[in-house]
């Protein structure tokens, strides 16, 4: 997916302030939530989440790519903070 104003502000309810300020200003054809790179994943699945405390959770996502050519996996983690009574996403480490 690529990083414009408009596909952020769409995105934006599901994100942190902070978030949203950091990446405010990039103009990308990455895919700043997955891979931080123009390969975008085919699929993805949540192989674990891990409670940091009641307001803070981490979550490790799998991403996929399958073609007749290529079968590739990798991993994620998202960070997630609970805050007004929600939970958003607060870092993605890739």
């Not at 192989?47 to 994620?76: G, Y």
Request: glycine fraction near 2%; charged fraction near 35%; aromatic fraction near 8%.
């Amino acid at each position: 997916m690529k990083l414009s104003p408009e596909n952020l502000k769409q995105r934006e309810k599901f994100l942190t302030p902070e978030l949203v300020r950091s990446l405010e200003d990039q103009q990308t054809e990455n895919d700043v939530f997955t891979t931080n790179s123009p390969d975008h994943p085919k699929a993805f699945r949540t192989a674990a989440c891990e409670v940091v405390s009641a307001e803070k959770t981490v979550f490790e996502i799998v991403l996929f790519w399958r073609t007749d050519e290529r079968s590739e996996q990798r991993e994620i983690k998202v960070e997630t903070i609970k805050k007004d009574g929600k939970w958003l996403i607060d870092k993605i480490i890739n």
